[in-house]
């Protein structure tokens, strides 16, 4: 079975510009968390997703946002992008509302100039 | 909300010897404890993980133990290899009808020395 899918796995972004990042979990999971990764703040929380609704929030501003389709799909969004934007953004998905073990992706490089 | 403390944040050891590291939780609604081993250019990978209703866990080598009581939980690996250079994240995790949130300790780089 494939494991979690991230695409793209390293961009280069303006600070100001915004962002898309995509991720595809593993075949017949329903929820998809997403997590920032920087050697200042370690792995923090951003948003979970299950059947398409966002179930959880973490502690970022309003500029980052997340949308799950129906086939269970995700993808992240960060606007008016800042230079501590720059992380490791990863992306995990467990099988159901219920099940505990999340498995995660490779991440997605982001830096921000 | 939950706080994890993970020690040491760097941990040396000799090719064959034991490794251990610690972690405190703060949020007594916690119920799942994850490890995860993460290598450089790669995503966090589960290595092992215990829920509360469990004191301890072993598969091969590494072993998992926690303490409700005190709120802390251990990763052991027992001889090393250099194969186990990686850095170590614990994480705790509470769910619920408001969603599934893992919370991450700072992290713990291994080094094997052969």
């Known amino acids: 079975k494939a494991g979690v899918t991230q695409t793209p796995r390293y961009l280069i972004k303006t600070r100001g510009q915004q962002v898309t990042l995509s991720c595809s979990p593993i075949?017949?999971?329903?929820?998809v968390s997403w997590y920032q990764q920087t050697p200042g703040q370690g792995l923090q929380f951003l948003f979970e997703?299950?059947?398409?609704?966002?179930?959880n929030k973490g502690n970022f501003p309003g500029r980052f946002s997340g949308r799950q389709f129906s086939n269970s799909r995700s993808e992240m969004n960060v606007s008016t992008l800042e230079l501590g934007d720059s992380a490791l953004y990863l992306c995990?998905?467990?099988?159901?509302?219920?099940?505990?073990?999340?498995?995660f992706g490779p991440g997605t490089r982001l830096t921000v100039l | 909300g939950e706080n994890v403390e993970q020690h040491p944040s760097t941990l040396s050891v000799q090719e064959g010897d034991s490794a251990v590291i610690k972690c405190t939780y703060s949020?007594?609604?916690?119920?799942?404890f994850p490890w995860y081993k993460q290598e450089l250019g790669k995503g966090p990978q589960l290595i092992i993980d215990?829920?509360?209703?469990?004191g301890e866990k072993k598969d091969q080598r590494i072993a998992v133990t926690l303490n409700k009581t005190a709120k802390h939980f251990s990763l052991h690996i027992t001889e090393t290899q250099p194969e186990d250079s990686a850095v170590y994240f614990c994480?705790?995790?509470?769910?619920?009808?408001?969603?599934?949130?893992?919370?991450f300790g700072g992290g713990t780089r291994v080094l094997v020395k052969p």
């Open positions: 995990a998905s467990s099988l159901e509302e219920l099940y505990n073990e999340q498995f």
């Open positions: 075949s017949g999971h329903r929820s």
């Open positions: 997703y299950f059947s398409e609704t966002q179930r």
């Open positions: 949020d007594s609604a916690s119920n799942y």
């Open positions: 215990i829920r509360s209703n469990v």
């Open positions: 994480a705790a995790m509470s769910w619920g009808a408001a969603g599934n949130k893992l919370t």
